[in-house]
């Protein structure tokens, strides 16, 4: 039985040094489901930022983390993804009260997979290592991997647990301490997180959570001088902003996870209802509101009709629920200005001469819900093509070539992923190589539980990956080795 918002404890505080700081409240946290003012959270100033980096540090040293024998840090992060299993209830609530997630889906999918994704990197800790490598016969060469130290990450709104879960991982897996900061709209499953990290074990001050928005507390965090490297996930421009701040103020290496604008390339021979099943998960799943949304369907002339058709059928059967219902239904709008810039994009769309298919308008229910929207007959210059709506909009262009189909898919700045729906094999490994994308999906949609896969983007959509090895090896850096005999 779904809790309800009055129901929740919510800790509106700073996590420090394994307890809670409290601080001036001064940020209201809105349910977008129904409007209602949840709690007021602080805003971390530079010198409460300043205390939650001295207490990583500090952390790092008298724990030996980073020394520790690898099997021990995987021992302790086994244990944290074990209470955070647990306590699923308890973090799904945290998280579907103030976020556009579902509390069965958070409790099902995203703490489960989030738990699952903490054991993926524990497991790294005892099992990658540097390099010997070949050098002249009178010294030895090796390469060393060491852990950075204090990484300072900060994550956006749209998927807080998971956010948290590939920030802290791989960090904490390779040896390191984490200054975090959520999202100002959704903070508190990301304390609840920090808050078991203690209890499984893993020394207190080695996870901290500040709270606060981008102005103030994004920008403390990454031009502190304790903190050896950022990594941020969020939008373009706030990445844009964060790599100009950290230019002024010191030179440190970041990774940045950021926005996109998804091409789905559909050719005529594709199994058109698995090619709908994919693009509506592509699109739908949170509203919209997810970096890999594939909002740009690209489909061959000759089929548009028959899956415009479709799509829109499958559109409009959504209905709206209460993120705590009991039964999950569409989800909300993160907030009501968000809502209205969804729906200037769209109207500006229509203005221009785009064919609405279905949707268009927000829900007639409380909260900021917005009805499943497909256009068609778009301008490749349309905003609606170009920016990243972040909502439940799909764009739909036709092509007769696969030269033209490539050309349409190409984003100008962003290269997160595509989506290619095809029957012929070669076509598909053809085009995987033309796509501009850091991920691409053949015949499918979204990731799958191969944690192994790193996700990131090419272009504006980011740099370095999150998952895989590669976001282990991110939170490591490695030293050169000359030893003469
Ligand atoms: P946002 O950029 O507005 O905010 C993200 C986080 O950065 C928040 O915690 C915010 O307080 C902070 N922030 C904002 N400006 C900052 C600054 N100048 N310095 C430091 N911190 C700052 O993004 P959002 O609206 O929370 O999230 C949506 C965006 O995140 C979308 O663009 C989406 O594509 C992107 N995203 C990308 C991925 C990925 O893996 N590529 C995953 C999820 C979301």
């Known amino acids: 039985m779904s809790r309800r918002p009055d129901d929740l404890m919510l800790r509106a505080a700073h996590f420090i040094a394994g307890t809670y700081v409290e601080d001036t409240p001064q940020l209201d946290v809105i349910a977008p489901s129904d409007g209602r003012v949840l709690t007021r959270i602080p805003v ?4 409460m930022v300043d ?14 983390w980073a020394g520790l024998t690898p099997r021990d840090r995987t021992r302790a992060l ?14 799904a609530h945290l998280e579907a009260v103030c976020s556009s997630r579902p509390v069965s889906h958070a409790a099902t999918g995203d703490v489960v997979v989030t738990a699952e994704q903490i054991r993926f990197f524990a497991e790294f800790a005892d099992k990658e290592g540097g390099d010997l490598v070949p050098t002249g016969a009178g010294s030895l060469g090796f390469i060393a991997s060491e852990p950075y130290g204090v990484i300072g990450a900060i994550a956006p709104w749209n998927f807080p647990i998971s956010m948290a879960g590939w920030k802290m991982a791989p960090a904490l897996a390779a040896g390191n301490a984490v200054v975090l900061k959520p999202s100002e709209m959704t903070p508190f499953s990301a304390l609840y997180m920090a808050e ?8 207190a001050g080695l996870v901290n959570v500040v709270l606060g928005d981008g102005v103030t507390t994004g920008p403390a965090i990454t031009g502190h001088p304790g903190i050896d490297k950022v990594s941020f996930t969020g939008s373009t421009r706030a990445g844009a902003a ?13 990774t940045l996870e950021l926005g996109g604008k998804s091409p789905m390339v559909v050719f005529d021979d594709a199994d058109l209802d698995l090619t709908a ?28 009709d028959a899956l415009a058709e479709r799509l829109a059928a499958r559109f409009a059967v959504h209905r709206p629920a209460a993120t705590w219902a009991d ?3 569409f989800c909300p709008i993160i907030s009501e200005t968000q809502l209205a810039r969804i729906d200037g994009i769209v109207q500006a769309a229509v203005a221009e001469g785009a064919r609405l298919v279905t949707g268009g308008a927000r829900f007639d229910h409380p909260g900021s819900f917005y009805r499943p929207t497909l256009i068609r007959d778009v301008t490749a210059a349309s905003p609606a093509v170009t920016q990243e709506i972040f909502g439940p909009v799909a764009t739909f262009q036709t092509f007769d070539t696969e030269d033209e189909a490539m050309e349409l898919a190409a984003h100008p700045t962003y290269g997160l992923c595509a989506g290619l729906f095809t029957r012929d094999l070669s076509r598909a490994l053809r085009l995987t190589r033309r796509l501009q994308a850091g991920t691409v999906w053949v015949n499918r949609y979204g990731r799958s539980r191969d944690h192994i896969l790193p996700t990131g983007g090419w272009k504006a959509s980011g740099l370095g990956k999150d998952l895989g090895r590669e976001a282990y090896t991110a939170n490591r850096r490695t030293k050169s080795v000359l030893i003469d005999i």
């Open 51 to 64: 205390r939650a980096v001295a207490a990583a540090r500090a952390a790092l040293g008298t724990s030996g």
């Open 242 to 254: 964060i790599m100009e701040h950290v230019a002024r103020t010191g030179i440190k290496p970041m």
């Open 44 to 47: 971390a100033s530079a010198a």
């Open 196 to 203: 078991l990290s203690v209890r499984a074990g893993i020394p």
């Open 78 to 91: 086994h244990r944290w993804a074990d209470l955070i299993e647990a306590e699923a209830d308890t973090l």
């Open 327 to 329: 039964q999950p239904g």
């Open 277 to 304: 099943d994919c693009l509506e998960r592509g699109i739908l799943p949170n509203a919209g509101q997810f970096c890999v949304a594939g909002s740009r369907i690209i489909v061959q002339r000759g089929i548009a």
